[in-house]
């Protein structure tokens, strides 16, 4: 299957400082990609929807300039948690949507993120 | 309104024996998909299979099946000869068309766990 690589695993900061993570689709082109986040023994809740080009749609309650998301390329978007709090702390997935000639557009996820703010 | 449900929990299944895990959903939207991902203690979302909504018959991947009764709404993951590696929490989640923004949401999930 396709791979989509995310990057950190795991980040420990300081509370205020901003974290970027970056999600990549190593084999195929990602027009959109797609940000969650999960809480322990929760089920993933979709944060945004990034387009190469355009700006992110967020979904609704989410803080677009908490959330910063980029997406300059059609492999690579990044999200930016910035001035983060312990609240923020959580495990964060990227997702890249396959288009043709993979079929099905099915999402594939990369490995997550787990963030820890201090 | 809640558009993906899995009513179980958790589920246990002897080492070798087939399980069933639940799903429901709810659209309004003709042309949808339907997905099964597994999600084991690492963290990461393996993609198991894949239904779509105009596809004519079950979708299957080696041990993963996934029985599709559309005027039901369900889209049960079927896992047989389960294997101890096959413990993990599984969801299930849809993706809608224009109505849903194409979209994938997902369910709660179910935690199963295989017993030797």
């Known amino acids: 299957g396709a791979v989509v690589s995310q990057h950190p695993s795991w980040v420990i900061c300081k509370s205020g400082t901003s974290v970027k993570i970056e999600c990549r689709s190593l084999?195929?082109?990602?027009?959109?990609m797609f940000w969650y986040r999960q809480f322990p023994k929760q089920s993933l809740m979709l944060m945004a929807t990034?387009?190469?080009?355009?700006?992110?749609?967020?979904e609704q309650g989410v803080e677009k300039d908490k959330f910063l998301i980029n997406h300059a390329s059609l492999t690579l978007s990044t999200l930016t948690v910035t001035s983060a709090h312990p609240e923020d702390s959580s495990f964060y997935i990227c997702?890249?949507?396959?288009?043709?000639?993979?079929?099905?557009?099915?999402?594939?996820f990369g490995a997550g993120t787990r963030l820890s703010v201090l | 309104a809640q558009k993906i449900t899995q009513t179980q929990p958790g589920m246990f299944v002897q080492e070798k024996e087939a399980v069933t895990l639940d799903c429901t959903y709810d659209?309004?939207?003709?042309?949808?998909?339907l997905f099964w991902y597994k999600q084991p203690s690492s963290g990461e979302m393996i993609f198991l299979i894949y239904?779509?909504?105009?596809?004519?018959q079950n979708a299957t991947e080696g041990r993963y099946s996934l029985n599709f009764q559309k005027a039901r709404k369900s889209a049960n993951l079927v896992i047989s000869a389960s294997q101890l590696g096959d413990s993990a929490m599984y969801f299930c989640?849809?993706?809608?068309?224009?109505?849903?923004?194409?979209?994938?949401?997902f369910g709660a999930g179910t935690r199963l766990f295989v017993k030797a």
């Open positions: 997702s890249a949507r396959a288009t043709q000639p993979l079929a099905k557009n099915i999402q594939y």
């Open positions: 084999d195929f082109q990602a027009t959109t």
């Open positions: 989640a849809m993706r809608e068309g224009d109505t849903g923004g194409f979209k994938t949401i």
């Open positions: 239904q779509g909504s105009y596809d004519q």
């Open positions: 659209t309004s939207d003709p042309s949808y998909g």
């Open positions: 990034s387009n190469e080009g355009s700006k992110a749609t967020y």
